[in-house]
Each structure stands twice: as C-alpha cells, then as structure tokens.
C-alpha cells in the first residue's frame, strides 16, 4: 500500500465524487491517496481503521471467517463506492475485511479528528443512513439467496450469468466463494451437468447446451447472482 500526500493528483481524483452530496463542509485538503496492490487489505477483521474509503478504481470484495476459518463472501465494492463507512465512524474494530482483488486506487479522508464533526453534519448522516440501507437490502437478498437456494441453483445461474455466444467463461474460484461452496463440489457438479448433457467443457470454459434447464434450475437466485458476477467483472 502506497500513500500520496500530492494535493493536485487527490483532486484529480476526486472528480467522479459530487461531495457536496456526501459533506457539508469542502474537506479536499484533509484527503488522502492510497494505492493498493492486488490482495493488499483495505480494511482487515480485528484491526481498526480510522478512514473512510472512497474507491476510485478497482475492484474489493468484502469478506469475513467462519469459526472454522472458512472465508464467506459477502459483497463486492467497486469504483465510486464507499468503505468502511458504518464501522469506522464510530472507532469499533471491523467485524470483516476489504480485500483488493485488482490494484485499487482510494481516496482515504482521516478520522482521527473529524468523527465528532461528522456526526453532527446532517449531509453526512444522510449519506450513511442511505449506505446503510442499500448494505441491508443487499445482504438480505444474499442471505435469502444462499440460504434457501440450493448450489446447483447458484452455479446455473452463475453458468448463465458468464455465458457470452453460448460458451460460459465461468471462474472456478469465484463461482465456489459466490456459492458458498468448495472448489472441488463446483467441479463435481460441473461434472454431472456435463454428463447429463446439459454443458459440454471446451478448454477451460464451458458450452451451454440446455440453456432452459438452466434456467429452470437457477430457480430466483439468477438476477441476484449475475448483479454480483458482473460487479465483479468491471
């Protein structure tokens, strides 16, 4: 992780953002730039952080651990979208990670001094509470998908979702952390659907052949899942 202290190069960057609509008060001198390598944590479980993130470029995913140390996947943030807003306003320590999965360029506004100010500025809190609500909406939907919708359903919808001119361009690592599933039950069940006829393996991507059981396997989950998958992809 690189900090960039250049005046010039922070407000070039903060173009995309309109923060008349997120703070009250100009607080361009305060920010900062930070550039994360690929894998490099934005955020980490267990240690506090003291900005608030505003992705320019790039992509993160937000992620916690099972009690067993298994990762569960619970969004992605991508450019124009905001970080760490809910748990580093009010200093307590992150209850899950950041994780930058292609470089990414941030615009970090320090907390240490401004948590006070911000709390009382009625633009902000407008801001967050709207934050907090596309958050829940989200993890509702997630937590309804993953729950009630089997892995078969996950990964037609998934096989779907990555299909351009009838070949799936699948990713085997994203498609078992989105399904909430191992590596290896992805690949059994490719499997099966190869040998039911329902796809049919060319390299390292798949042919769709049978689109409509598919599509009647990927029961509700096919809108949610593709929403995920093509954030993923920008």
Known sequence: MKRNYNQNEILIASKPFDFTQIFSKDYSSE??????RKNDFIIQEGFLNDYLFFLISGIAKCFTYSRNGKSQFISYVKSHESAGIAGSMWGNMPHC????????????LPLHNLRQELLSDVIFLRYLCNELRKCLLDNNRYLQVSQC???ESKISSLLLASEVDGISHIDLSSTSEIAGTTYRHVLRILNKFCSDGVIKKKNKNYIIINQEYLRICSEDS?????????????
Do not use: G, P
Request: hydrophobic share 50%.
């Open 222 to 234: 096919i809108d949610h899942l593709t929403n995920i998958l093509h954030n993923s992809s920008k």
């Open 97 to 108: 990670s950041v994780l930058a999965i292609e470089n990414c360029l941030c615009l970090a």
């Open 149 to 151: 919708t089997s892995v």
């Open 31 to 36: 920010f900062l730039l930070f550039e994360f």
